[in-house]
Each structure stands twice: as C-alpha cells, then as structure tokens.
C-alpha cells in the first residue's frame, strides 16, 4: 500500500496564492501553491526556520487539486470571478526620525533610503469564492502529525495571505490512497452546493494545458529556495 493523502478543504471569500510576486505587485495563482500548501501546514505545526528536512520528505510526494465555484441554477459550476486587485500604501505616515516608526518605512537592501521616497503603492491579487479541496501525499507519520496540527494549530492558519482566513474547517480527513480522498472531496462539495470547475494534477500528461511553477520548497526562513514541477490542468470535463 502507498503512502496515504490528507485532504484539506480551503475556502473563502478571498485567497492569495503567490508564485510570482515582487514587492510591488503581489500576483495570485488560480489556485494553492505547493510551497503554500506546506507553508499553511508548517503554521499549524508552529515549524520556524529553514525547515530543510521536513520540505525534502514532502518534495517528490503527489499533490492535487480540486477547484470549485458555486453552482447555477442548472447544477453546474458557475464561471471563475476574475482576479480582485486591491492596492495598498505601504511606509506612509511613519516619522522617520522615530525609530520604532522607521521601521515601518521600505528602504533599499543596503538599509538607505528607498527610491523615490518611503511611501510605495503594492498591487495586491486575490482570488475570490473559491473553493480547493487539496489531497496531499505524506509519509504516513508526516501525515499524522499534520493531521493533528490543523485540528490543534500553534499558528494562526489562513490561504496564502493573513487577510484570507478560512471560513470552513481545513482538515477533512486521512485517506489511504488519492480515489479516496478524491470521492470525499466532491461529496462535500455537493453538501457545499459547489461544482467542479477545474483541477490540477501533478506531472505532464497528454492533451491538456501543463504549465512549469517553481513552487517546490526546500528551504523556508530569510533564504528561502524551490525546484521547479510540472503540472496538468483539466477543465470541469475532465474526468475528477
């Protein structure tokens, strides 16, 4: 028997996915990263720092996932909302000759004063009323510490950004293999009145949209790295 899939469910009425970003224009992924996905876990298991060995047993494991909108009136997955762009002033009003306040104001990787001034405008995306259910494959003691972490987090949790926290419970079950978890994720969309929309498979497969993330971490803390994966994506008439 292989390793067995922990099933998450994230939603809201807005998540973040960063896989792109600069400081400022904070782009979002249509659905979760796996750097996020092990990020949001890591807060449940309170693990700081670079996290090294812990990343490498989750590197090669499978990750899916499911996307879902609410239905229509005919049952099926409404369209996708686009992406919100929400804008934010970063470092204004801060006295700078106050050195708890100075703090606050960007400034150049040399600590001197940023470019045109402290005050910057950040362009920030969110995806809105989704919902992912993700099955993740662990070892099976990885998977049950993560399992008991999210029921009992030490960090606060939220979807990709501390602005989007959940508004349904993550944790949704331990799985023996990737049907199972499969089937209990659309029986709670159905009880969620949501349909499928897309999904997202790991590794290349024929005839379908596959695109490259570097979203594979393998150290997390001040130098944080990743890999590169593959990905496939299906449409809702591919087969769940």
């Given at each position: 028997?292989?390793?067995?899939?922990?099933?998450?469910?994230?939603?809201?009425?807005?998540?973040?996915?960063?896989?792109?970003?600069?400081?400022?224009?904070?782009?979002?992924?249509?659905?979760?990263?796996?750097?996020?996905?092990?990020?949001?876990?890591?807060?449940?298991?309170?693990?700081?720092?670079?996290?090294?060995?812990?990343?490498?047993?989750?590197?090669?494991?499978?990750?899916?996932?499911l996307a879902y909108t609410p239905?229509?009136?005919?049952?099926?997955?409404?369209?996708?909302?686009?992406?919100?762009?929400?804008?934010?002033?970063?470092?204004?009003?801060?006295?700078?000759?106050?050195?708890?306040?100075?703090?606050?104001?960007?400034?150049?990787?040399?600590?001197?004063?940023?470019?045109?001034?402290?005050?910057?405008?950040?362009y920030r995306y969110y995806v809105q009323d989704?919902?992912?259910?993700?099955?993740?494959?662990?070892?099976?003691?990885?998977?049950?510490?993560?399992?008991?972490?999210?029921?009992?987090?030490?960090?606060?949790?939220?979807?990709?950004?501390?602005?989007?926290?959940?508004?349904?419970?993550?944790?949704?079950?331990?799985?023996?293999?990737?049907?199972?978890?499969?089937?209990?994720?659309?029986?709670?969309?159905?009880?969620?009145?949501?349909?499928?929309?897309?999904?997202?498979?790991?590794?290349?497969?024929?005839?379908?949209?596959?695109?490259?993330?570097?979203?594979?971490?393998?150290?997390?803390?001040?130098?944080?790295?990743?890999?590169?994966?593959?990905?496939?994506?299906?449409?809702?008439?591919?087969?769940?």
């Open positions: 028997m292989g390793d067995p899939y922990l099933l998450l469910w994230l939603e809201a009425p807005l998540q973040s996915w960063g896989h792109d970003s600069r400081f400022g224009r904070r782009d979002s992924l249509d659905f979760p990263t796996k750097s996020g996905v092990l990020g949001l876990l890591a807060c449940a298991l309170g693990a700081g720092g670079a996290q090294t060995e812990w990343l490498a047993r989750w590197a090669d494991k499978d990750l899916q996932v239905r229509d009136s005919r049952g099926a997955a409404r369209p996708r909302l686009p992406l919100l762009c929400d804008f934010h002033m970063v470092g204004s009003g801060y006295d700078d000759q106050n050195p708890w306040q100075n703090l606050l104001i960007p400034k150049k990787s040399d600590g001197g004063k940023a470019v045109g001034g402290g005050t910057k405008i950040t989704m919902a992912f259910a993700v099955l993740l494959q662990g070892t099976a003691a990885d998977i049950a510490d993560a399992a008991q972490a999210l029921q009992d987090p030490v960090w606060d949790l939220y979807l990709g950004r501390k602005s989007c926290p959940p508004t349904e419970f993550i944790y949704q079950g331990v799985f023996p293999d990737a049907k199972a978890a499969r089937d209990a994720a659309e029986a709670l969309a159905t009880d969620r009145q949501r349909a499928c929309s897309f999904r997202v498979a790991q590794g290349e497969q024929e005839g379908n949209t596959v695109i490259r993330l570097n979203d594979v971490p393998l150290q997390f803390g001040h130098q944080k790295r990743y890999r590169d994966r593959l990905v496939t994506i299906f449409d809702q008439r591919g087969e769940v």
